[in-house]
């Protein structure tokens, strides 16, 4: 595959470098059977994905009671309480995002779909419960009065207290954290195939080769991220102008600004938040991609880098959030070469 030589961390990528015409390759793919989703096929797919479900739908359960008892508490008392019942309602929700991530790889796409939109109305349950509880101060106009300089009873009552927006959960997992301007590369192995976390960087270059199991990405700024096949997941979430060449099974992505993205993914991308964002197919190579792509079951290119699912965009027509990357301004072929890593 003629590409960019990542051997030397300054150069640039090469412009000029044409992948076919995307619509000749859809018309191809369009005829082409997909394969089975499992990538053990003596696996049995239905009776994990009931497993799944039963797990998924106890622990929503559970969240849902914990916002219901939060919202009825009606202790003025327990208010220093909510606020760290809540933060663990915040990590539950993570917890539960993380456990779809962990299994998309052999859940059927609408499955994977439908419990990724129920996180999001938990997230948003969560919101309005906070909201509810700890009700942002209003402004208002007062008559000065003389003032002791101590808070009479009332007064301690009705002051209200805010709370902040739960934040994301950034799993407690090896990764590369916390730098700037640097180039940061892992090889997995064997065994070595697990979770990995990329968060709070800034203008860094960031190569993993070999297979994952699920990737979560946030707060990257001016960054370039090279990943080989992904088992299950990529959540990234909080990155503005960086470019993400990834292949997973399920890729979600939340508050991205002016980003692009070359994917190949066994199910439709989805979107929430973000703007400015543009796709084009998966452009990587490295010695024995093939072979980790096969083992991850995503050796055959689906075309689904192009079908993005809005989730903020309800309308019938495109979502101006996001659209194909111009061939004129891809950056063609990757390639990690092995002095690379």
Request: hydrophobic content about 30%.
């Amino acid at each position: 595959m003629e590409g960019e030589d990542l051997s030397n961390p300054n150069k640039t990528l090469d412009p000029t470098y044409s992948h076919p015409k995307h619509t000749a390759m859809l018309e191809r793919l369009s005829n082409r059977k997909q394969p089975f989703l499992s990538r053990n096929p003596d696996s049995h797919p239905f009776e994990s994905t009931n497993s799944f479900l039963s797990r998924f739908s106890q622990s929503k359960h559970s969240i849902d009671s914990d916002l219901t008892r939060c919202r009825q508490s009606t202790d003025p008392d327990s208010k220093s309480t909510l606020k760290s019942d809540l933060e663990a309602v915040s990590i539950s929700i993570s917890d539960l995002e993380k456990l779809v991530a962990e299994n998309s790889y052999f859940l059927p796409s609408y499955e994977v779909r439908t419990c990724l939109q129920t996180i999001s109305s938990l997230k948003q349950s969560l919101e309005n419960v906070t909201s509810e509880v700890f009700p942002k101060k209003k402004f208002a106009f007062k008559s000065k009065k003389a003032s002791s300089g101590v808070l009479d009873k009332t007064e301690i009552e009705n002051h209200d207290v805010d709370l902040e927006k739960p934040s994301f959960i950034v799993p407690d997992l090896p990764g590369f954290r916390n730098m700037e301007n640097e180039v940061l590369v892992k090889e997995f192995k064997g065994s070595e195939m697990g979770e990995f976390s990329i968060s709070d960087l800034n203008s860094c270059e960031v190569r993993l080769t070999g297979c994952l199991r699920a990737i979560f990405i946030h707060r990257l700024k001016n960054c370039k991220v090279y990943t080989g096949p992904v088992f299950g997941s990529v959540l990234i979430e909080e990155v503005e102008g960086c470019v993400f060449v990834l292949a997973s099974h399920q890729i979600r992505v939340h508050h991205a600004r002016a980003s692009d993205f070359y994917l190949r993914v066994r199910s439709r991308p989805i979107i929430e938040d973000c703007s400015g964002v543009r796709f084009a197919p998966y452009c990587l190579s490295y010695d024995g991609i093939e072979r980790d792509l096969k083992e991850s079951n995503l050796d055959e290119e689906t075309g689904n880098w192009a079908n993005v699912d809005d989730f903020k965009w309800l309308k019938a027509v495109q979502s101006p959030n996001w659209e194909i990357l111009p061939e004129s301004e891809s950056v063609g072929g990757v390639t990690i070469l092995n002095s690379d890593k």
